[in-house]
């Protein structure tokens, strides 16, 4: 289970799915708006707007829920998080995640962002 404080307004856009590997799967967020939910110490997390696909090598594809995490630590690095056996499943995304428009962080109304929108 996550836990933590309402997150701060603002919003991540991932323009296309992306997909990860970790371990024996292959997981492929969604596009569109990631909304926060919680806020935590470390960082926020930002719920997908659709569930998450895993792709096993051996098996059929899993839904899961999950999002993104932005970690606010000075890093400003993205994490995707897959909520697996009601836990969360942490998986590092690349340095340059959010440098090659993968996702984007925007602010919505008014408010500032964790961390620049990179283009």
């Given at each position: 289970m996550i836990e933590g404080r309402p997150a701060r307004a603002m919003v991540v856009v991932l323009p296309s799915p992306y997909s990860?590997?970790?371990?024996?799967?292959?997981?492929?967020?969604?596009?569109?708006?990631?909304?926060?939910?919680?806020?935590?110490?470390?960082?926020?997390y930002f719920v997908?707007?659709?569930?998450?696909?895993?792709?096993?090598?051996?098996?059929?594809?899993l839904l899961y829920d999950g999002g993104l995490y932005?970690?606010?630590?000075?890093?400003?690095r993205f994490e995707a998080y897959v909520i697996v056996?009601?836990?969360p499943l942490f998986v590092?995304?690349?340095r340059n995640f959010s440098t090659h428009g993968d996702g984007v962080v925007q602010p919505?109304?008014?408010?500032?962002?964790?961390a620049p929108a990179a283009r």
């Open positions: 990860f590997r970790h371990l024996l799967s292959t997981y492929t967020l969604p596009p569109g708006r990631y909304e926060p939910t919680l806020e935590d110490d470390s960082g926020a997908a707007p659709a569930k998450i696909v895993a792709s096993e090598m051996l098996s059929a594809s932005l970690r606010t630590d000075g890093s400003n056996r009601n836990r590092a995304l690349p919505t109304q008014g408010t500032g962002s964790l």
